[in-house]
């Protein structure tokens, strides 16, 4: 089993759709995670940290679920320009992040 | 969010050259880079992590006499790509962070080289 796992997608949705993103993540003892967002052929840029208590960001709500081992990224009202690969990073007691391999989301009018 | 630079942004060079990639933390202390490649439609690969002071370490496969690291101070990490070859063509991006796990990183824009 992979360290971090998510769907590669791609999700295909309309403007104005809400959609929502799972990875899920295999060491037990991990300490902290984040979201990531990655366009074509840039570098990956901070969206949002995610904590127990779950947060929300506008749009956006990350949510963390120990007892099962994943995290979950919500986008409502979804538009053009949330269109990306959306990294899940996961880290230990290290300073060493481990990434998914992304999800992409596709938003389309 | 904390500012990451990366130079160069593009870089082609001719088979067997070297190419040295710097990243610099601008308005924070980086106690740990971290060196990623990216192959087009591919998920981004640890090369290698560097604390400032003290020899990177490499993940499994990388080789280290080929991609040297160095991490002079706590703003400046450098990649040099030695005598490189079409394959080495890439994405390389850099990050930076400044603590321990809880503490976000933060991306270079990336340089792609591009091996000829």
């Known amino acids: 089993r992979k360290e971090v796992e998510q769907d590669p997608g791609p999700f295909n949705v309309p403007e104005g759709a809400t959609v929502a993103f799972n990875c899920t993540y295999s060491?037990?003892?991990?300490?902290?995670f984040f979201w990531y967002r990655q366009d074509c052929r840039k570098e990956p840029k901070l969206l949002m940290s995610?904590?127990?208590s779950g947060n929300e960001d506008g749009r956006f709500t990350a949510q963390l679920n120990r007892a099962s081992q994943y995290i979950s990224l919500l986008i409502r009202d979804s538009k053009l320009s949330d269109s990306a690969t959306y990294l899940c990073?996961?880290?230990?007691?290290?300073?060493?992040?481990?990434f998914g391999r992304g999800t992409s989301l596709i938003v389309h009018p | 969010g904390a500012v990451v630079s990366q130079h160069p942004s593009r870089v082609i060079c001719k088979s067997g050259t070297s190419v040295k990639i710097e990243c610099r933390s601008l308005?924070?202390?980086?106690?740990?880079m971290f060196w990623y490649r990216q192959f087009p439609k591919q998920s981004l690969m640890l090369m290698a992590t560097?604390?400032?002071?003290?020899?990177?370490?490499?993940e499994q496969g990388v080789e280290k006499d080929k991609f040297l690291i160095n991490h002079a101070s706590l703003t400046l990490s450098t990649l040099t790509v030695t005598s490189a070859h079409p394959e080495d063509s890439s994405f390389y991006i850099c990050?930076?962070?400044?603590?321990?796990?809880?503490?976000?990183?933060?991306f270079g824009p990336g340089t792609r080289l591009t091996v000829t």
């Open positions: 060491n037990s003892a991990s300490q902290s």
């Open positions: 990050s930076a962070t400044s603590g321990g796990p809880y503490y976000e990183q933060y």
């Open positions: 308005d924070f202390q980086a106690t740990t």
């Open positions: 560097s604390n400032e002071g003290s020899k990177a370490t490499y």
């Open positions: 995610v904590y127990s």
């Open positions: 990073v996961v880290k230990g007691g290290s300073y060493i992040p481990t």
